[in-house]
């Protein structure tokens, strides 16, 4: 497998508990947006336990960059990570990943699910390609929404939130479910893609079947 050891370059917050790390991007070393590699921490007792994070920015640039959630209560990884600072070491690995583009169509993310959505919408920016590609973006606050203002930047209208445990009148209040989706899309005979949890993926992806999309259309991590 291959491995690369990287410096952190900087670190930035993003939200309460999201933050983006950048990192040095070793030579020859590629991804297509929405692609992911395993990262682990450089230091003794985390070298093996690896984790899959999406790359968020674009291929072009000098440096890696990553958002990553950080979950303080879990004692893992993220925790870890959220403990670094500029000049400590990530181990990053082989890229893979399932989430590519392959024409405008809906994005329909939960919380941190959003992360390979990020360098596509970067990239269709660059390219002046967004056409009618929407995002349907679902969150438990305000607080917890990655990007906020860069989406709007990118999508206008096109940038749909809902909020599932905060009532706020600049926000849908809700659940992503059939009704909402009948509401949002009207033309089932386009592209989807899909990140979130695992039941989040596989509930919005049977729905969206039920409703006239094609199984080949909808594009998620299996």
Same mark, same amino acid.
């Given at each position: ?137 679902? !969150? ?17 209208? !096109? ?45 919005? !992806? ?17």
């Amino acid at each position: 497998m291959e491995e690369h050891i990287v410096k952190i370059l900087s670190i930035e917050k993003v939200t309460h508990d999201v933050k983006k790390i950048t990192v040095e991007k070793p030579e020859g070393y590629g991804f297509i947006p929405g692609q992911a590699t395993e990262v682990a921490v450089n230091k003794i007792n985390y070298k093996d336990k690896k984790r899959p994070f999406t790359f968020t920015g674009l291929n072009e640039w000098k440096n890696l960059e990553f958002t990553i959630k950080i979950y303080k209560d879990h004692n893992g990884i993220t925790d870890e990570i959220g403990k670094l600072i500029p000049g400590d070491e990530l181990i990053i690995h082989d890229v893979w990943g399932a989430i590519n583009y392959k024409g405008h169509g809906v994005f329909i993310a939960a919380g941190a699910g959003v992360t390979p959505f990020i360098a596509i919408f970067r990239d269709l920016k660059r390219k002046n390609d967004l056409k009618m590609n929407k995002l349907i973006f679902s !969150n438990k606050t305000s607080d917890d929404i990655i990007l906020k203002n860069e989406f709007i930047e990118i999508l206008g209208e !096109n940038f749909i939130n809902l909020l599932t445990r905060e009532k706020n009148n600049e926000y849908r209040f809700g659940r992503i479910n059939e009704s909402f989706l009948k509401e949002q899309i009207i033309d089932f005979n386009q592209n989807f893609y899909i990140c979130g949890p695992d039941k989040f993926v596989q509930e919005i !992806n049977s729905i969206l079947v039920k409703l006239g999309a094609r199984p080949d259309s909808v594009v998620f991590e299996s």
